[in-house]
């Protein structure tokens, strides 16, 4: 396991909880960021069995989900360049196939979330413009952070809503979900991370954006260092995993260079008020709760996001201070 006891109690959780396939993904890349390199190809193994035939990764008994699966591709990528079976590249490139040919999308492009009906949420921004720019598809990938950013972001505010309709042309949950927006800032923080050569002037368009939400997001944090569900309503229950997901971002620019130094701290308190909540299983507690995301409670997405904030927290800690 690691040196950190919470952080061998919070994977020990992780592990034992039952995983769609964006979680199983999302798992990957905590794993891989904790130096876990042969518990990732195991993830890998599993996302691969699962493989749906039209390309989707880690497909559950038939999930909706039209892009979730693809956020297991970079875990099936490591386990390509670490192993020399073909069907890792195989796999992949089925699911690289599925993204940019055959999945559901609007007349632009940008990719619906779901297989029944055509709505875009900003999840879709982490479970596939990471995949997409580790690919070298970085114009693919900045393409639909253009797509969902025209349809959900709220140019005044800087927050993006949580759902839009294509069919209607409107919002279909107008919202300010916290967990919504921490998908967008980790996404993009991990797609710049992963693809470190975008064209010229596009890194920094899409680390400014990111910076941008996180900013917008912190004007609403609680007293508590956490944030409403909803970010701009009160009524909704204080929520643990924005504060991660936003942790996540703020250090992966710290140690990228996108941010400045003065960001480490503000990553390292949001992190530190999210783990007064993991409790003595290790489990992240009150925060949007699998499997409906309804209300408060747990999900394998809330307990991955602390280990990749702890892992962003090494990188950017050794960028500012690198050991001698």
């Known amino acids: 396991m690691t040196r950190d006891t919470t952080t061998d109690r919070v994977l020990t959780a992780l592990l034992a909880m039952q995983r769609q396939s964006w979680e199983q993904g999302v ?47 970079e875990a099936v990528r490591h ?19 599925w993204l940019v040919a055959r999945a559901p999308r609007a007349a632009d492009g940008t990719l619906f ?20 720019a580790l690919l070298g598809r970085t114009d693919v990938a900045a393409a639909q952070v ?39 800032v980790a996404g993009i923080a991990r797609a710049l991370r992963l693809a470190p ?16 939400v996180l900013d917008a997001c912190l004007a609403h944090r609680a007293d508590d260092g956490l944030f409403h569900d909803v970010l701009d309503d009160p009524g909704t229950f204080r929520e643990a995993n924005t504060a991660q997901m936003l942790a996540y971002a ?27 909540r993991i409790d003595r299983y290790g489990r992240v507690t009150g925060v949007s709760g699998a499997p409906d995301f309804a209300g408060p409670g747990t999900s394998p997405e809330a307990q991955a996001f602390h280990l990749l904030g702890q892992a962003a927290l090494v990188r950017a800690r050794a960028a500012i201070s690198p050991a001698r």
């Open 146 to 184: 253009v797509g969902h950013r025209r349809r959900l972001y709220d140019e005044r505010i800087g927050l993006y809503a949580a759902r839009w309709d294509e069919d209607r042309g409107e919002l279909d949950r107008a919202e300010f979900w916290g967990t919504g927006n921490g998908w967008v």
């Open 27 to 73: 798992t990957g890349h905590a794993l891989l960021d904790l130096g876990r390199d042969e518990l990732a190809v195991l993830v890998a193994d599993a996302a691969v069995t699962r493989q749906h035939p039209d390309g989707r990764l880690g497909d559950v008994s038939g999930e909706a989900g039209a892009v979730n699966g693809a956020a297991c591709g």
């Open 197 to 212: 050569a975008w064209p010229a002037g596009l890194r920094d368009e899409l680390a400014g954006h990111a910076r941008t």
């Open 250 to 276: 703020a250090l992966t620019g710290v140690a990228d260079g996108w941010l400045p130094a003065t960001w480490l701290a503000v990553g390292a308190d949001l992190l530190a008020a999210a783990g007064r």
């Open 113 to 132: 979330h779901l297989l029944d009906n055509r709505q875009v949420w900003p999840d879709t921004v982490y479970m596939v413009v990471p995949l997409l």
């Open 79 to 97: 386990a390509a360049s670490t192993d020399g079976d073909p069907r890792w590249s195989a796999a992949l490139a089925a699911q690289l196939d």
